[in-house]
């Protein structure tokens, strides 16, 4: 139990934080983001739906004196639920054992190393500076708003889902993740809506408008406006006589 003037966050144990640096020699060795005129966070964790975050953001959002940050937090277990599969594991992959578990983990990190790689293609082509910055840690909404405000990250950019967020059925709604990000982060979060999405919405609300259309063409033939507008003649013809 903590005491009462001591802030909960204070007794969490450091993140382990791993940053790759691009390999392109565009790219100076030491920092990449340094003097940049906007250090923008893109949050990624390796899925479908991050990677068009970043693909969409080099399209349409960033700009000359730009550098990037992908935030990934990794995490603590490696047995995790991802959004991109698991790892084969072996079957003398004993979970007692530490060496095992080690080697899984180790693998584990040269996996999303190199599936982070692949996601920062975007920005390599682009002649954009960039880091890849990959923090482990076992609450990873919570983490990824603490490393924003850690790193002076301008805005933070993320896919509407990924992240183990809510199924697709869930009628719009944002993932848990980019969620809490919105709400949490010291930044302006931007929420890339993944085109399934998009095109989902797109085709209920087109079903939804023409039932909307047909109740409506059934409105206009209802016979009461007709008797009304009948009446209305009936006066019209009484006051000529008049």
Known sequence: MTSPGKSPRSDRKSPTVVTVQPSSPRFPIGTPTAGAQRKIGIAVDLSDESAYAVQWAVQNYLRSGDAVV???VQP???LYGADWGAIDLSPQWDPENEESQRKLEDDFDIFTNKKASDVAQPLVEADIPFKIHIVKDHDM?????LEVERLGLSTLIMGSRGFGATKRSSKGRLGSVSDYSVHHC???????RFPDDKDGEDEKSGESGGENLVESDKLHTVPEVAEEEG????YHDASDKQ
Do not use: F, I, N, Q
């Open 70 to 72: 992908l935030l990934h």
């Open 186 to 192: 010291a930044c302006p979060v931007v929420v890339v």
């Open 231 to 234: 009446d209305k003649d009936e």
């Open 76 to 78: 603590t277990s490696v």
């Open 141 to 145: 909404k919570e983490r990824l708003c």
